[in-house]
Nanobody, 131 residues
């Protein structure tokens, strides 16, 4: 059974940085796959933050985080990362890692990631940014 485990959340002041990690376990195939970070703030809908394809350079970052957050992936370690800098109070949310092991991983501003595109989810890690 494939599992995703997030780590690295915490509390930070505005302008600070945090790095999240998502470890994939139980996936034994050699096929490439799509990793993503989503977030959900209290009272708000879940939104996509970033995606990365393990087999190439295809990456997506939401406009709200572009230039501040960077998604990356270590294929050998099966870990996806989300480096977050210049954090703002509006970045406060539960951050979820997601993966999809079938299908593509190409997203743009006109084709944004949808939670339904991903079949495997982690439990989330809280990020809190104070002003």
């Amino acid at each position: 059974q494939v599992q995703l485990v997030e780590s690295g959340g915490g509390s930070v002041e505005a302008g600070g940085s945090l790095s999240l990690s998502c470890k994939v376990s139980g996936y034994t195939a050699d096929s490439n796959y799509c990793m993503a970070w989503f977030r959900q703030a209290p009272g708000k809908e879940r939104e996509a933050v970033a995606t990365v394809f393990t087999g190439g350079d295809s990456r997506y970052h939401a406009d709200a985080v572009k230039g501040r957050f960077t998604i990356s992936h270590d294929k050998a370690k099966k870990i996806a990362y989300l480096q977050m800098t210049s954090l703002k109070p509006e970045d406060t949310a539960m951050y979820y890692c997601a993966a999809e092991f079938r299908g593509g991983c190409y997203y743009t501003a006109y084709h944004v990631p949808n939670g339904g595109d991903f079949g495997t989810w982690g439990r989330g890690t809280q990020v809190t940014v104070s002003s």
